[in-house]
C-alpha cells in the first residue's frame, strides 16, 4: 500500500532502502540517516518482511514524523525483486518532486556518512554519483577473498563489455539527479536482481548524463544475512551480454 504525502517536503534529497528482514538493522539506519547535517528524507520499500521490519518502521513514523514527513514506507506483497522495489521508489520520489533519489543498502554496508557526498557530487555537475569501492583501488572490509575477487573481476567485465567508464557498475550506492531518472523509460527497466544496478547506469550512461564515482569504504553487514545467491551473479554474467546486444538496436535521445 503507497500512501503519498501531502506534507512540504523540506529535504530535496530522498534515501531509497529496499528491505526484507532487516528488523536489527533498520531503526538504527534510520537514526544514522536523520542525525545527517544534510537533511534527507527516507523511503522504506520492504516486501512483507516476515520479521515485521515494516511494523518497526511504521512506529519509527510517529516518532521521526512530528514535524515533517521524512520517514517514508511503502509495503509490498512479497519479494519482487530488488530492481522492482528501486522502481517503485523511484516513481515515489518523481511523485514527491525530490531532486536527489538515492539508493542505499539497509545494512550499513553503505555509510549513511557517504551520502551528502553523494549529494555534493550531484550539486556540482554530476547527474549521477556512485559509492564506488573500487575508484582507487579495492576497498572492502570483511569480504572474504573469493567474494573480493569475484565483485572486482564482475565490474571489470562489465567495463570490457560495455566500455562504460565506471570501475564499480555493480555498486548500490548512487545518487541520481531527478531529471536523470525522468528520461530513462523505468517501465522498460528489464533486470529486478543483481543485474538492475549494472543497467540503471548503462542507461544513465547511453542517454549522456555525466557519472562520477566518488570513493567509499564497503563494509560487510554485522547484523542480519546476506540476499546474493549464484542466481543473481549468473543473471549479470548473462545480463551485461544480453543488454549490450540489444543496445546496438535502440535509440538513446534525452
Not at 510517529?62 to 525483486?81: A, D, F, V
Not at 565506471?166 to 529486478?192: H, M, Q, S
Not at 547511453?206 to 543473481?232: D, M, N
Given at each position: 500500500?503507497?500512501?503519498?504525502?501531502?506534507?512540504?517536503?523540506?529535504?530535496?534529497?530522498?534515501?531509497?532502502?529496499?528491505t526484507?528482514?532487516?528488523?536489527?538493522?533498520?531503526?538504527?539506519i534510520?537514526?544514522?540517516?536523520?542525525?545527517?547535517?544534510?537533511?534527507?528524507?527516507?523511503?522504506?520499500?520492504?516486501?512483507?518482511?516476515?520479521?515485521?521490519?515494516?511494523?518497526?518502521?511504521?512506529?519509527?513514523?510517529?516518532?521521526?514524523?512530528?514535524?515533517?514527513?521524512?520517514?517514508?514506507?511503502?509495503?509490498?506483497?512479497g519479494?519482487?525483486?530488488?530492481?522492482?522495489?528501486?522502481?517503485?521508489?523511484?516513481?515515489?520520489?518523481?511523485?514527491?518532486?525530490?531532486?536527489y533519489?538515492?539508493?542505499?543498502?539497509?545494512?550499513?554496508?553503505?555509510?549513511?556518512?557517504?551520502?551528502?557526498?553523494?549529494?555534493?557530487?550531484?550539486?556540482?555537475?554530476?547527474?549521477?554519483?556512485?559509492?564506488s569501492r573500487?575508484?582507487?583501488?579495492?576497498?572492502?572490509?570483511?569480504?572474504?577473498?573469493?567474494?573480493?575477487?569475484?565483485?572486482?573481476?564482475?565490474?571489470?567485465?562489465?567495463?570490457?563489455?560495455?566500455?562504460?567508464?565506471?570501475?564499480?557498475?555493480?555498486?548500490?550506492?548512487?545518487?541520481?539527479?531527478?531529471?536523470?531518472?525522468?528520461?530513462?523509460?523505468?517501465?522498460?527497466?528489464?533486470?529486478?536482481?543483481?543485474?538492475?544496478?549494472?543497467?540503471?547506469?548503462?542507461?544513465?550512461?547511453?542517454?549522456?548524463?555525466?557519472?562520477?564515482?566518488?570513493?567509499?569504504?564497503?563494509?560487510?553487514?554485522?547484523?542480519?544475512?546476506?540476499?546474493?545467491?549464484?542466481?543473481?551473479f549468473?543473471?549479470a554474467?548473462?545480463?551485461?551480454?544480453?543488454?549490450?546486444?540489444?543496445?546496438?538496436?535502440?535509440?538513446?535521445?534525452?
Amino acid at each position: 500500500m503507497l500512501v503519498l504525502s501531502h506534507q512540504k517536503v523540506v529535504s530535496n534529497a530522498l534515501v531509497i532502502v529496499p528491505t526484507y528482514n532487516e528488523k536489527e538493522n533498520i531503526a538504527l539506519i534510520a537514526e544514522a540517516v536523520f542525525a545527517l547535517q544534510r537533511p534527507v528524507h527516507l523511503l522504506i520499500v520492504d516486501d512483507n518482511s516476515p520479521d515485521q521490519t515494516a511494523q518497526i518502521v511504521q512506529d519509527l513514523q510517529t516518532h521521526y514524523n512530528t514535524q515533517e514527513k521524512k520517514l517514508h514506507l511503502l509495503q509490498r506483497k512479497g519479494k519482487l525483486g530488488l530492481g522492482t522495489a528501486y522502481i517503485e521508489g523511484f516513481h515515489y520520489a518523481l511523485q514527491n518532486n525530490y531532486e536527489y533519489i538515492l539508493e542505499m543498502d539497509a545494512d550499513f554496508s553503505h555509510d549513511p556518512n557517504d551520502l551528502p557526498r553523494l549529494i555534493a557530487a550531484c550539486e556540482k555537475g554530476s547527474d549521477v554519483s556512485v559509492g564506488s569501492r573500487y575508484a582507487t583501488g579495492v576497498n572492502v572490509v570483511n569480504w572474504p577473498i573469493g567474494r573480493v575477487l569475484l565483485s572486482y573481476f564482475a565490474s571489470s567485465y562489465v567495463r570490457v563489455i560495455t566500455r562504460m567508464p565506471i570501475r564499480d557498475a555493480t555498486a548500490g550506492f548512487v545518487c541520481y539527479k531527478k531529471v536523470v531518472l525522468e528520461t530513462i523509460p523505468l517501465n522498460k527497466v528489464k533486470f529486478i536482481g543483481y543485474a538492475f544496478q549494472i543497467e540503471m547506469k548503462f542507461l544513465a550512461w547511453k542517454y549522456g548524463f555525466k557519472i562520477t564515482e566518488v570513493p567509499i569504504i564497503f563494509t560487510e553487514r554485522v547484523r542480519g544475512h546476506s540476499k546474493l545467491s549464484a542466481g543473481i551473479f549468473k543473471e549479470a554474467f548473462f545480463g551485461v551480454l544480453q543488454m549490450k546486444i540489444m543496445s546496438w538496436f535502440k535509440s538513446y535521445k534525452k
